[in-house]
């Protein structure tokens, strides 16, 4: 065997080896992403793809006489749910409410949170631990059950605090009511919030703030010129959130429909989604409800996208 042909033999069995090697690595890699791959896809892309198939469907009777009669029969309407969800005067009426909402709710949320992160990444606050899980509590609270507690206090017949506030004060009024839930919230979510800017806080290097301190920064300079842009990402995961949270904003206006009936059984589209299906409003069904919802993804998409893009631009231009 001359030397040419070990040295193939060599190599041949090195890349063996190294490829054998790869493929243990790749099969090794796919048998970790198994679980997480299988309840994406039943948690996630089956139910879209049902809601898709169920908007194109809608129950109809399957008499033939004047006013229908018989049965009600899953028929195939095509993309006639769609339209008159586009063309739904209630649906946009209440799109147009957690928009609002939206605007005044979302920024006064963000800004609480990222005082407090930055507040406990301070050496002021002692035990900040404590106070960091005193922050996070009013989010494993129950939706349902922070709203009912709201709702109690709002109430002016049962309030501990109404009769302290000046007479007329009402905050479930037509002009306030948002506002209202917006306070409800704010307080469930800010601590939530809190954390994923505190989380980006830890992570810039401490040496920055030592630097900057040797250089005469005081400690608003370092938060308003270091910490606040570094955790640019994280707000923009925040506000993001924040957005699709706000489309579907469900919990505290149900709540609060029970008590003020003139709210209606369509405030948000996410009640009128849920009505639709359970046949509170007209029209009705699962196809219809599945159109509305899918119509809500599409708004809560474009809105994430359009925020995003305007904040790289920002980001870009910095």
Do not use: C
């Not at 009669?69 to 899953?74: A, C, I, N, R």
């Not at 005082?115 to 960091?132: C, H, K, S």
């Not at 919230?185 to 040797?214: S, V």
Request: aromatic fraction near 12%.
């Amino acid at each position: 065997m001359t030397a040419s042909t070990t040295s193939r033999a060599v190599n041949g069995g090195t890349t063996t080896k190294r490829n054998r090697g790869a493929r243990h690595q790749a099969l090794t890699g796919w048998m970790f992403m198994a679980p997480f791959s299988v309840l994406f896809v039943v948690v996630f892309l089956v139910p879209i793809i049902v809601s898709v198939r169920s908007s194109m469907f809608a129950e109809v009777p399957s008499g033939d006489g004047l006013y229908g009669g018989g049965e009600l029969v899953d028929t195939f309407v095509g993309f006639d749910n769609f339209a008159t969800a586009v063309g739904s005067e209630v649906f946009w009426a209440g799109m147009g409410r957690v928009l609002l909402y939206a605007l005044f709710q979302i920024p006064v949320m963000t800004i609480a949170a990222l005082g407090l992160a930055l507040l406990l990444d301070t050496f002021i606050v002692r035990r900040p631990g404590f106070f960091r899980l005193a922050f996070f509590l009013p989010f494993a609270i129950p939706g349902v059950i922070a709203a009912m507690i709201w709702l109690y206090l709002y109430t002016p017949e049962v309030s501990p605090f109404m009769s302290f506030l000046p007479e007329g004060t009402n905050f479930m009024a037509p002009g306030t009511i948002l506002a209202s839930m917006a306070n409800m919230t704010t307080w469930t979510y800010t601590g939530y919030n809190m954390l994923i800017f505190l989380a980006a806080l830890q992570t810039i290097p401490r040496d920055l703030y030592e630097a900057a301190r040797l250089d005469g920064a005081t400690g608003w300079q370092i938060a308003t010129r270091i910490k606040i842009p570094l955790v640019r990402g994280a707000a923009l995961l925040a506000v993001l959130l924040s957005i699709i949270g706000t489309i579907q904003l469900f919990n505290e206006p149900v709540i609060m429909e029970s008590a003020n009936p003139w709210m209606g059984k369509a405030y948000t589209p996410m009640m009128l989604t849920y009505n639709s299906m359970m046949g509170a409003v007209s029209p009705s069904g699962t196809g219809m409800a599945s159109a509305y919802s899918l119509l809500m993804a599409v708004v809560a998409g474009a809105l994430a996208i359009v925020y995003a893009l305007l904040q790289r631009r920002k980001g870009a231009s910095a």
